[in-house]
């Protein structure tokens, strides 16, 4: 018997992955993720000082001591950044993943088991995607109350459906392919072709959706925070900083209380965006004929 | 294709039904009491007692959701709480302003996103697409209220030359040119976001579009060039644009509560976080069953206008 | 610049000719419904403020302990107890009809009525006939108190002698509504009256026009007011959201702001708005403070709840957050309050002094304590911060938390708290706070119970002479400054901004109206 | 008779993400008036692309890099396109492989067809839909005025094929180029469509150029054939002679690879191995790994030369009329 | 070679039939209306009666749409019949429950049509031939990567070919696959739907080839199911033609294509273009029009709309499939059967046209 040659990793993620470090703007998105995530991680040894506490003189301008200058509570506005990023990526990282597990797996039980099961799920997706979100976040809010956890179960308690709808039309379609068929054949138990040959082919669209979802994810906990309805002092998010943007003295004259969270969120949701780009160009089947 | 409609509307209903009953029991279950919101220190417990009693919320709560379906089901929506007017009432007066703002929003959208995103498709790995892809996304990654904040600063504050909110000038006699001007800045603000959007997916729909055969049959048949992409392309390219047109409204109805905050722009907008931070239960209700109807009509409408534009697709 | 910036508004209104006859006001709270049977809802004060342009009070308050006459021509009492009252003569409404002393009784008798949906039955709680609960008592549909002489002429009569100032001051927000529009109307939906959203029968020194798209209320002058008709000819009361209102004021589009708690501009703009040449600005002190609300229940030590007074840094609150736009508050009585004791005891800031405190009292300091801080208020939504760092600098663990405004009222109205910030106002007779810290008051969420204070409160009701209610009170202030049921922590200043070309004055609670239709624009 | 349409040396290029490509290179064949030309191979040896060149419909990333394309007495590799579109559809007219695909599925039958009318002939509104009738029965519809009214969708592959011809001869024209119009039709369809395409050759006297992979459909209708195979001629002649003496071995191998009915019970001799790739293309004969009988000078690339008067033949060792294994006539 | 022939016949004439369809009808609803009421069906396979002999090869042919692949995917049951039996070694797997056709499913294999969609895109060859070798036959991962490295060396695909993804492979090389992962299991029968049919006409040999090799050394039988005459022919021992949802003859390879007896058939024939330009004016039955609807199959028989031999009686009495009492094993449905010299009727005569 012949020596079994030992084989290259993964060539498809590898295909992918060159794919995408062709999408500059997605490498470069890609980067500065990394970056903050690790601004995120390594918050307490990065910050200077306590964003929490109040150290300096109020919304005093940057200075040598206060890179950043201090808010109108005299807290360091860097600090607060640097420890908003946890907040903000916590909402955009954790909602998704929480609704993509659930989106998924409702989904593809829909799309595989059909019948009245699909029937009361779509129903069920119906009445939440009936929903304008904007409003329903805003009501559950008020029903769950403000606050990092409350937000980030608001929100993925609104993501899930379009998940859900997503991975369900993906099943139902690759329930139909022959290599689906072949697996049917060759007698695999239903959940080895969910999740074993199923899901991992509509691994891509989630992906993408997952990724945009994580930047509008950010964006709606900044605009909840605009509001007043997001994340709540003392603690930072760069949501409730930029509320002092609300201010026309801020506006005017303190630009280093809202310039700075203002050009985070843009940044972050951007990069996000451009990574989302990147995958879905990435793994676009007409440029990869899989 | 009227059956079709009909039975849309049928399966319509039970969503409806869940969706009031879910909205009922979040509403109820928000903390705060309407009526503790009178503060006032010269209001007793006994006159709180009084507004209890007035406003029915002395009934049990499965009895209330089945008193205020049945007033539903001969077209009342109740009184608001606060205002005491009848939730129609109140709605009727916000539906337009949002409509307004949302039409004008798509409408300037879709003006500039269906060329550039045309543009882009056609002329897809120039310098232009590359250029107009990128500010697409940033055009999505900007939060509304960054950009309507910076728009009021820059127009009504320093430059001065756009009202900064409002829907018209107070005294004047309104008119087209009077709101038009309101209308300017949270139609941009609104409008950025959709045409972000927007480029990116005429763009992606029409390079779709413009690998398919029957554009190589067109020019085999010596069309000229600017027949082929604004004749044969984009009717198929737009197909599903006006599906996603309808989709867009309801989205827009609630995403325009910032634009509409930061604008002083009266609509449901404006109409729902006032009602979210007065409890007003009937209000709310209200518009949150408004909205309801309108996702489930825009559904509906996308659907129908996917079967009047698109010949290959007929309901029965 | 502010004039040229108008632009907009000025094009659009047929230019700057017309803008100098007219006012335009901010406000951020909007009017509802204009009633002033029930007016004191939430997001409502917008109304108060409003329809006091359109509907007058016999007497109104312009300023501590200053009465002026409205409606009525004379107002007066010789036993305390019997009030007689002459109505203007020229005072009509403004479809015609005079103003009489039975518009007075209906809408006396409308308040009390206990079908009546309103805000107001404290404002006649001292006129005899009514029952414990402040309402006419079963079986009867009339005011027996109330006699009327003749159209214009009738008397009040209250249960027991008061101080007269507290019925003035009282019936100063009784604004009188039209008979003969609304006799018909059921008490129990007087509230469902379109009356109520377009009222064309008025008696103020302006009209109702308009109020377009919940944007802006539109007011004209009324050509035939008593008192002489306004010089002024139109009034807008605009709503916005506070931010705006700064930027507005420079640029002209709007004139004046309405200040008094619907149309405040934040204290951090504060530099920026008397930086603007266009305007004038002032600023005068609240019968409002803000506090922190102590949970009795759970903190029954005073010498704890003393020890948490001691630990706020509540001059720094002051310094920096409202630099002067605000100022520090001892007592229950606000610092513009004419019964404030000067020498009231004052908790200054000390935290070795608290910390030492709560050794003695033997606190838990591992006990996790929440500090409720209502959200809509940028100011107070800050002090909350640096309140929660001090209690945390003296070893406490505070927890912050933040609720909408109606949340937290269920929340202290529940009891279910250990500290909350919140605000208090008072009317200026000294049984104002009786509604705070009564151990049966409305508003004593802190679970206060001090027998001596309830007793005091009553004294001083029953005593009509100023000076031994003063002393009476002087007492009572000491008494609950010790307990420290609630910290009183700072009062903001009312901060008026009114254009330069505009001669009158806003300012003291609802006192501007008062004058406001000899108000002119140069 | 006349040359049509002469191609010398055509090259095509393709630039792709992986660099540039070439799919065609060196082509060379010319098409007489009335005469009906086969082009065959396998999928990807560029016999789309090579009658896509002929019109310039190569799409962006497509341009002729070498070679002249004569129609008539014009340079299709360089008139201008304002010229070229002139042509499309009038004097040469095109029909695909895929008739589901190749007609626009949100206008009426009516609409694509009289569109094509308009263009090139002066013809009013009225005078064009009774041309699109005509022509509508001409390729056997019996209720064209019905036809044009209907949407692509409703139509059957057959039916669709049968517009797409009716479209194409809608001005007469002098060559019509089908690139494999039958391939993706079931046999009888295919039966139906091949009698029309030799009416039409009898009826208009059009040149066709016709290409498939399928020798049978080659046998059934082609008066000279031209087997491609990676991008190039490998051989070149007139029907009988290159089924009756197949001289390429790939060629060879392709008729003896293909199962028919006519055939007993042999054993399928198949052609190993598969086409290499645009990216990897030898440099000397594209066939040699696959052939039985590649030698020595096969690592160079055999130039097409003509065995015989009217056949020419790529390579090297050729089989000769001798020594060659004919399949059963 | 036809000694092959000779013991074939013989086993097949003593054998027991590996499958017996009887009487096997696949009906798809048609829904319409405010509750999605079944308002017709689509009778993809309506009524087939079929054996199947072990070693043997039988053909399926028919124009698109006439229900070869239902047939084939309902006998492995990817489709549920909706009436009829499917019996596989004498028992009926028309009404077992999906759990218990496991172990049936390795003795019962299919070969799709599409080798781009019928492998996973996103596993490796090595993971697509061994999983189901762990899965059913219970193998330990180096037994499976054992067998799989042999029936890669029988498929004639390189050993390196394990670590890589199907897209890395051309059509053929990927059909290579997807027959290797089919045999692995030692299935008794293998469904074969258009296994050649996206392939390359050089290609498409060498599958046909690796087919009948693979019968030889692991005795397979196949149901092989194509639209090519040729292949078919060159892969079949008997050869069954349907016709919008039926069976319309049934015969040995040579016997249908030297003497057909069903018009339809012979339509099929003369409609095959042979690659041989000396017979390429030979005359022939031109069908004319399309299949119709298998939604609303026309009466009596299902071909008379098409066939240029009909009359009344096609057009009312159903004819059904039978030997017409000879001893061959020619099975026909057909009241006008063709006698051994075939009409003739060329274009000229008949309406070819819609
Ligand atoms: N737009 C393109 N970009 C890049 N390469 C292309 C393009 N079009 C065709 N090719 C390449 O050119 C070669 C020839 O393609 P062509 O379509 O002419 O083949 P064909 O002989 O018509 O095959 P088939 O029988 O499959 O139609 C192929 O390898 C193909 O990949
Ligand atoms: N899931 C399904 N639902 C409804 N109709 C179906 C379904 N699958 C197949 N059909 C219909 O059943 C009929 C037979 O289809 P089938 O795929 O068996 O044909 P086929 O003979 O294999 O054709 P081809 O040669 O094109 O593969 C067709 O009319 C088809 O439209
Ligand atoms: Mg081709
Ligand atoms: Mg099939």
Not at chain 1, 52 to 69: E, T
Not at chain 2, 19 to 30: E, Q, R, S
Not at chain 3, 261 to 283: D, Q
Request: charged share 20%; with cysteine.
């Amino acid at each position: 018997m012949a020596q079994v040659p030992s084989y290259e990793v993964d060539s498809y993620w590898r295909m992918i992955r060159q794919r995408f470090m062709q999408h500059k703007l997605a490498v470069a998105g890609l980067i500065i993720m990394g970056l903050l995530i690790l601004v995120g991680i390594f918050a307490p040894l990065i910050a200077p000082y306590d964003p929490n506490a109040i150290i300096g003189a109020f919304s005093a301008p940057p200075s040598g001591a206060h890179w950043l200058g201090t808010d109108q509570v005299g807290r360091d506005v860097l600090s607060r950044l640097i420890y908003a990023t946890r907040v903000s990526l916590a909402v955009g990282v954790i909602t998704v993943i929480l609704y993509v597990l659930i989106g998924t797996v409702v989904g593809a039980i829909a799309g595989y088991v059909g019948g009245w099961v699909d029937m009361l799920i779509n129903r069920i997706i119906d009445v939440f995607m009936s929903f304008p979100s904007m409003m329903v976040i805003l009501v559950l809010v008020t029903v769950l109350g403000t606050g990092l956890s409350n937000i980030i179960i608001v929100l993925a308690l609104l993501g899930w459906p379009a998940v859900a709808r997503l991975v369900r039309g993906s099943v139902l379609s690759l329930r139909q392919t022959e290599f689906v068929r072949a697996g049917i054949a060759l007698g695999f138990s239903s959940p080895r072709l969910i999740f074993g040959h199923i899901l991992p082919n509509a691994m891509g669209p989630i992906l993408v959706n997952a990724t945009f979802g994580a930047a509008a994810a950010i964006l709606s906990e900044s605009s909840l925070s605009f509001l007043g309805m997001g994340v709540q002092p003392p603690a930072a998010s760069w949501g409730n900083m930029l509320n002092a943007a609300q201010s026309i003295t801020a506006l005017t004259t303190q630009p280093w209380l809202w310039i700075p969270p203002g050009l985070v969120i843009i940044l972050s949701v951007l990069s996000i965006n451009f990574i989302g780009d990147g995958i879905r160009d990435a793994m676009d089947s007409r440029r990869t004929g899989v | 294709m009227f059956n079709y409609i009909i039975r849309r509307l049928l399966i319509a209903l039970p969503v409806l039904l869940g969706v009031t009953f879910l909205n009922f029991v979040l509403i109820n279950l928000a903390p705060g009491d309407p009526v503790d919101m009178y503060v006032n220190p010269d209001v007793t417990e006994e006159d709180k007692q009084i507004r209890r009693e007035a406003l029915g919320l002395n009934d049990p709560f499965m009895i209330r959701y089945f008193k205020w379906l049945a007033n539903l089901l001969q077209g009342d929506l109740g009184h608001s709480f606060s205002s005491f007017q009848p939730v129609t009432a109140m709605i009727a007066e916000r539906i337009g302003p949002t409509l307004l703002l949302v039409g004008a929003s798509i409408l300037f959208g879709y003006l500039i996103a269906i060329p550039i995103g045309i543009y882009c498709a056609v002329k897809s790995g120039s310098k232009f697409d590359y250029l107009m892809s990128t500010g697409s996304l940033l055009g999505v990654s900007i939060p509304n209220f960054f950009l309507g904040l910076g728009l009021i600063y820059i127009f009504g504050v320093l430059l001065g030359i756009l009202p900064t909110g409002g829907m018209n000038s107070m005294g004047g006699s309104g008119g087209f040119w009077d709101t038009l001007t309101h209308l300017i800045l949270p139609t941009i603000t609104l409008g950025t976001s959709i045409s972000g959007g927007m480029i990116r997916y005429v763009r992606s729909s029409v390079i779709e579009v413009l690998g398919q055969e029957y554009l190589r049959t067109a020019r085999a048949k010596g069309m000229k060039e600017f027949i082929v992409i604004n004749k044969h392309a984009l009717k198929n390219a737009l197909i599903p644009l006006i599906t996603i047109a309808g989709l867009d409204i309801p989205i827009l109805i609630g995403g325009a509560v910032i634009t509409e905050t930061i604008f002083q722009w009266n609509g449901m907008g404006q109409l729902t976080i006032q009602a979210i931070f007065s409890r007003d239960f009937p209000l709310l209700m209200g518009v949150n069953m408004l909205a309801a109807l309108s996702v489930l009509a825009a559904n509906l409408w996308s659907d129908v206008m996917y079967a009047v534009v698109d010949p290959r697709i007929k309901y029965s | 610049q502010g004039e040229g910036a108008g632009t907009a508004v000025g094009a659009a209104s047929g230019g700057n000719a017309s803008q100098a006859n007219q006012l335009t006001i901010g406000i951020t709270n909007p009017p509802l419904m204009f009633n002033p049977i029930d007016s004191d809802g939430s997001g409502s004060s917008g109304a108060v403020f409003t329809y006091r342009y359109f509907f007058d009070s016999l007497i109104k308050t312009t300023g501590p302990l200053q009465f002026e006459l409205q409606l009525a021509e004379s107002f007066e009492t010789e036993d305390n107890q019997t009030f007689k009252i002459a109505l203007h003569p020229d005072a009509n409404w403004t479809d015609g009809t005079p103003i009489t002393a039975e518009d007075v009784e209906f809408t006396i008798n409308l308040i009390a009525n206990p079908k009546t949906i309103t805000t107001q039955r404290s404002a006649i709680f001292s006129l005899d006939g009514l029952n414990e609960k402040g309402m006419l008592p079963e079986g009867k549909d009339k005011l027996e108190s109330i006699k009327v002489i003749d159209d214009k002429h009738l008397e009040l009569r209250t249960k027991t002698p008061v101080d007269p100032n507290l019925v003035y001051e009282r019936f100063s927000d009784v604004l009188i509504v039209p008979k003969h529009i609304l006799s018909e109307v059921n008490p129990a939906e007087l509230n469902q009256n379109p009356f109520w959203r377009s009222p064309n029968v008025t008696s103020g020194p302006y009209t109702f026009v308009k109020y377009e798209n919940k944007s802006y209320v539109e007011l004209a002058a009324n050509p035939d007011y008593y008192r002489g008709a306004p010089k002024i000819k139109k009034v807008f009361i605009k709503i916005m959201p506070a931010a705006n209102m700064v930027a507005q004021l420079e640029s002209g589009e709007l004139d004046m702001n309405a200040a008094q708690g619907v149309g405040n501009i934040p204290a951090t703009e504060w530099s920026t708005v008397k930086s603007i040449e266009s305007l004038k600005t002032l600023e005068e002190q609240t019968r409002r403070y803000n506090s922190i609300e102590i949970n009795t229940e759970r903190f029954p030590d005073k010498k704890v709840r003393q020890a948490l007074a001691y630990a706020i840094d509540r001059q720094m609150i002051v310094d920096q957050l409202m630099p002067g736009t605000g100022e520090l508050q001892d007592g229950p009585y606000s610092n513009s309050h004419p019964y404030h004791d000067e020498n009231i005891l004052k908790y200054s800031y000390d935290p070795e002094l608290a910390k030492q405190m709560l050794a003695e009292a033997g606190f838990d300091m591992n006990a996790p304590i929440e500090l409720i801080v209502p959200t809509g208020d940028r100011t107070r939504e800050m002090a909350g911060n640096i309140i929660q760092q001090n209690f945390q600098a003296i070893g406490l663990k505070v927890n912050q938390v933040n609720f909408d405004f109606p949340t937290t009222v269920s929340k202290l109205v529940s009891g279910d708290f250990d500290l909350a910030l919140s605000s208090f106002g008072s009317i200026i007779d000294p049984d104002g706070p009786a509604t705070v810290y009564r151990s049966t008051a409305a508003l004593n969420d802190m679970r206060y119970n001090n027998p001596e204070v309830d007793a005091l409160f009553d004294a001083g009701m029953a005593e009509t002479d100023p000076v031994k209610r003063g002393e009476i009170y002087d007492k009572l202030q000491n008494l609950i400054q010790e307990d420290v049921p609630l910290i009183t922590v700072y009062s903001e200043f009312n901060l008026m901004a009114i254009g330069e070309d505009i001669n009158g004055k806003g300012g003291v609670v609802d006192g501007m109206h008062y004058d406001v239709n000899t108000w002119e624009r140069r | 008779m006349n040359d049509l349409l002469t191609v010398r040396e055509l090259k095509t290029n393709f630039r792709t993400e992986t660099g540039e490509v070439t799919s065609v290179d060196d082509v060379s064949f010319s098409l007489q008036e009335g005469e009906t030309l086969c082009i065959v191979g396998e999928s990807g040896c560029g016999k789309s692309v090579t009658s896509l060149s002929i019109l310039r419909l190569l799409g962006r990333s497509g341009y002729i890099s070498h070679g002249s394309i004569r129609f008539q007495d014009k340079e299709l590799a360089e008139l201008p396109e304002h010229e070229l579109i002139k042509l499309r559809g009038k004097d040469i007219a095109m029909i695909f492989q895929d008739p589901m695909s190749s007609l626009n599925p949100v206008f009426t039958i009516g609409n694509q067809l009289i569109e094509v009318i308009r263009m090139h002939l002066d013809l009013n509104a009225k005078q064009a839909k009774e041309h699109a009738i005509t022509l509508l029965k001409q390729v056997g519809f019996s209720r064209a005025e019905q036809i044009l009214g209907q949407y692509p969708h409703t139509l059957s592959g057959g039916m669709k094929q049968r517009v797409m011809i009716a479209m194409a001869l809608a001005c007469k024209p002098k060559l019509l180029i089908a690139d494999e119009p039958t391939t993706a039709l079931d046999v009888t369809i295919q039966a139906q469509i091949l009698q029309l395409i030799k009416d039409i050759r009898s009826e208009y006297g059009t040149s066709i150029m016709l290409i498939t992979h399928d020798l049978g459909v080659v046998a059934e209708m082609a008066d000279r054939i031209i087997v491609m195979y990676a991008g190039q001629v490998v051989e070149e002649g007139e029907v009988f002679e290159l089924f009756d003496h197949p001289a390429h071995p790939y060629t060879n191998g392709l008729m003896e690879s293909i199962p028919h009915i006519e055939m007993d019970d042999v054993k399928l001799r198949s052609i190993q191995g598969s086409v290499p790739s645009l990216q990897e293309m030898p440099s000397g004969c594209r066939f040699m790994k696959r052939c039985t009988r590649a030698g020595e000078r096969c690592h160079s690339l055999p130039p097409l030369t003509e065995i015989k008067a009217g056949h020419k033949v790529r390579c090297w060792y050729p089989i000769m009329p001798d020594n060659l294994s004919k399949i059963e006539g | 070679m036809s000694t092959l022939q000779m013991n074939k016949k013989e086993i097949i004439t003593a054998a027991t039939p590996l499958l017996q369809l009887e009487s096997v009808h696949k009906y798809y609803s048609i829904k319409k209306g405010l509750f999605s009421k079944t308002i017709g069906h689509i009778k993809a396979v309506d009524g087939v009666d079929l054996t199947v002999f072990p070693g043997e090869t039988v053909g399926l042919v028919g124009e698109s749409g006439c229900g070869k692949s239902t047939l084939g995917r309902s006998i492995v049951k990817l489709e549920e019949v909706s009436t009829g039996k499917v019996l596989f070694e004498g028992k009926d797997l028309a009404p077992l429950p999906l759990g218990q056709m496991r172990g049936i499913r390795r003795d019962l294999q299919m070969i799709f049509q599409d080798p781009y969609s019928s492998l996973n895109p996103r596993k490796r060859v090595v993971d697509l031939m061994t999983e189901p070798l762990k899965v059913l036959r219970g193998m330990t991962d180096g037994e499976a990567l054992q067998q799989a490295s042999w029936l890669m060396e029988i498929v004639g695909l390189p050993l390196s070919s394990l670590g890589k993804y199907p897209h890395e492979f051309s059509g053929g090389q990927r059909q290579r696959i997807g027959i290797a992962r089919a045999v692995a299991l030692k299935p008794k029968l293998i469904v074969c739907d258009e296994p050649v049919s996206a392939l390359d006409v050089s290609i498409q040999a060498q599958i046909l080839n690796l087919l009948k090799d693979l019968q030889q050394e692991f005795n397979l039988t196949y149901l092989f199911i194509g639209h090519g005459l040729g292949s078919v022919k060159y892969m079949s021992d008997r050869i069954a033609v349907m016709y919008l949802g039926k069976i319309v003859e049934f015969a040995s390879a040579k016997a249908l294509f030297q003497h057909p007896k069903h018009p339809y058939t012979k339509a099929l024939l003369d409609a095959y273009p042979v690659p041989n330009p000396h017979l390429r004016n030979k005359e022939r039955i031109l069908l004319q029009g399309d299949v119709p609807s298998p939604a609303a199959p026309p009466t009596g028989c299902r071909f008379h709309t098409r066939c240029p031999l009909a009359n009344h009686k096609c057009k009312e009495e159903e004819p059904v499939l039978t030997n017409n009492g000879s001893e061959q094993n020619h099975h026909y449905a057909c009241h006008y059967p063709l006698i051994s010299n075939p009409i003739v009727r060329t274009r000229e005569e008949g309406a070819l046209y819609v």
